[in-house]
């Protein structure tokens, strides 16, 4: 049995599901103001209420956008690097395509603020309005080579198409072309009409729903087989996926369509896939790797918003891992994910 749950911290994790979202935004440019464009009101000290079609829908804390003090708090979580993305309502798929992407434009360039703020300890992962390709792929070239992200968010869903929806080829051959990685996150789930109870059920139930079925999405449109060098993660350990796995792989093995349509193991095609750790639970976190590999899951917070994993790294150790397994989730996995090369904490060599 590994020692490593009784080390004192490294503080050496990398952190890949961390959000932002901008101290203020950006006025319209244009005639006609989308009735969903977000704004920033007062709220108590330290926060401000995200304003949206004029409603608040989310109150955050000066930590989405003050870098100093999202890196105090990196000691206390065991981290070296984070990685941001945009807060996923931000995403914008619902708007014209050119509103969208002002918008995101905007959001991307305050988030290469930051990152440049961080001396860094903090990378980025953009935002582009994949509800239109060919916005899409502009914005997406501009993330990786003017700014020098590693890659990008995208949402479960766009507009209710899942991110495994042959449509999207096109920017996946992109990204594997740029050698982007590419981030999805839960928003906007499908099935909030079964949920009884208040609104927060949202983030706790229907989120890992609606990334369960994005990740099998991906997984029977054969996207690991198509794009074998894209790397793709999924936020929320992967949702529903483990769960659903084995049905599908057993479904897989008994109708003659689905083995006709799926051209490979699901199960082999899922250990292809990167996920978080955002599970909030040990003996889950250990399922995951049992269900997907050691290699496959990095590290997950989703701070700073208040449903976050404050002690990432300790939940880990926590998992009694054998040594080389825990330091691939701490670290090692997020460094192959994002492209990174394998270095030691403050970029000294290994």
């Known amino acids: 049995m590994s020692n490593t749950p009784h080390l004192p911290g490294c503080g050496c994790g990398i952190d890949t599901h961390a959000h932002v979202v901008p101290e203020h935004f950006p006025a319209y440019i244009g005639s006609h103001l989308p009735a969903d464009w977000p704004s920033m009101a007062a709220a108590q000290a ?21 870098t100093a003090k999202r890196l105090a708090d990196f000691e206390a979580m065991d981290l070296d690097l984070q990685v941001v993305s945009p807060m996923p309502e931000l995403l914008s798929y619902w708007m014209a395509p050119a509103d969208a992407q002002q918008l995101l434009r905007y959001t991307n360039d305050q988030i290469a ?22 916005h899409a792929l502009r914005e997406l070239e501009y993330v990786v080579k003017v700014l020098g992200f590693p890659g990008v968010e995208l949402g479960s869903n766009i507009n209710g198409d899942p991110v495994g929806h ?20 839960a928003l906007r789930p499908a099935g909030m009409e079964r949920l009884v109870g208040p609104a ?59 083995k006709d349509s799926v051209t490979a193991s699901p199960r082999a095609q899922a250990a292809r896939l990167f996920y978080d750790t955002l599970v909030f639970d040990t003996p ?30 300790e939940r880990i150790r926590q998992a009694a891992f054998d040594d080389t397994t825990t330091m691939n989730l701490i670290r090692h996995n997020a460094e192959r994910f994002l492209g990174l090369p394998s270095v030691g904490k403050r970029g000294g060599a290994r």
């Open 113 to 134: 603020a930051m990152v440049d703020e961080s001396g860094g300890r903090i990378a980025g992962l953009g935002a582009v309005p994949l509800q239109d390709m060919d």
């Open 46 to 66: 330290c926060h401000r209420h995200v304003m949206i079609s004029g409603k608040v829908y989310r109150t955050v804390a000066d930590t989405c956008w003050d």
């Open 166 to 185: 042959p449509k999207f080829d096109p920017f996946f051959e992109a990204c594997e072309a740029l050698g982007a990685c590419v981030f999805v996150h």
């Open 284 to 313: 889950t976190l250990r399922h995951l790797v049992h269900s997907f590999g050691a290699t496959q899951l990095m590290v997950g917070t989703d701070y700073p918003f208040n449903f976050h994993d404050r002690t990432p790294i």
């Open 200 to 258: 927060p059920l949202q983030q706790v139930l229907a989120y890992p729903g609606d990334v369960g079925l994005a990740a099998a999405s991906v997984i029977t449109a054969n996207l690991p087989l198509r794009r074998p060098n894209l790397r793709i993660a999924f936020s929320h350990g992967g949702g529903t996926l483990a769960s659903l796995l084995p049905r599908l792989e057993q479904g897989w093995h008994t109708f003659p369509a689905l």
